[in-house]
């Protein structure tokens, strides 16, 4: 009687020797399995998820959906205009994580739908691409908002403030 003899691999995280089955399937690799199992792959994904650069990255890799405007930049590049944007709230006496419209703390939770103070990435105006000069940050709630809007309709609306004599500040 003939046995099949099931391979075994040893997870380099875990260190545990497992059946071939508990790996995804790797073509890079000599034996064709990733190095990780499943389970500390799917444990480490989700730690850089919660990260703000796991979450950054998500952002970035939406931006190119094909509704949207391509994005002319770099992971690396947005990283960047990230560290800068926090240093620069802090510099101004605000949270790092502050929204650039209303100075809100942003928050990064994934997993539970459309959270109205997640971090955005908005672009400066419309009619241009996601480049460095035409990117801030601000909660999912503002940027639906702001992009509801046209520079247009913001005028027409202030000139009738104006006309009516209603005061606003500008700050």
Not at 33 to 39: K, S
Not at 91 to 108: I, N, V
Not at 133 to 138: A, K, Y
Request: with cysteine; net charge positive.
């Amino acid at each position: 009687m003939e046995t099949k003899i099931q391979k075994r691999k040893k997870c380099r995280k875990c260190k545990e020797l497992l059946s071939i089955k508990k790996f995804h399937k790797d073509k890079s690799r000599k034996d064709g399995f990733n190095n990780y199992c499943v389970h500390c792959k799917q444990t480490y994904t989700l730690k850089y998820r919660r990260t703000t650069k796991g979450y950054l990255r998500r952002c970035w890799n939406h931006l190119n959906n094909k509704d949207r405007k391509d994005r002319n930049i770099s992971f690396e590049e947005l990283i960047n205009i990230w560290n800068v944007f926090c240093n620069k709230n802090v510099l101004e006496g605000r949270h790092p994580h502050s929204c650039a419209y209303t100075f809100k703390k942003m928050t990064f939770i994934q997993g539970k739908g459309h959270i109205q103070t997640n971090l955005s990435i908005d672009r400066i105006d419309n009619n241009k691409s996601y480049i460095k000069n035409n990117i801030t940050f601000c909660t999912r709630n503002f940027n639906i908002k702001k992009g509801q809007l046209t520079l247009d309709i913001m005028q027409k609306v202030l000139k009738f403030y104006k006309k009516e004599g209603i005061q606003y500040e500008m700050e």
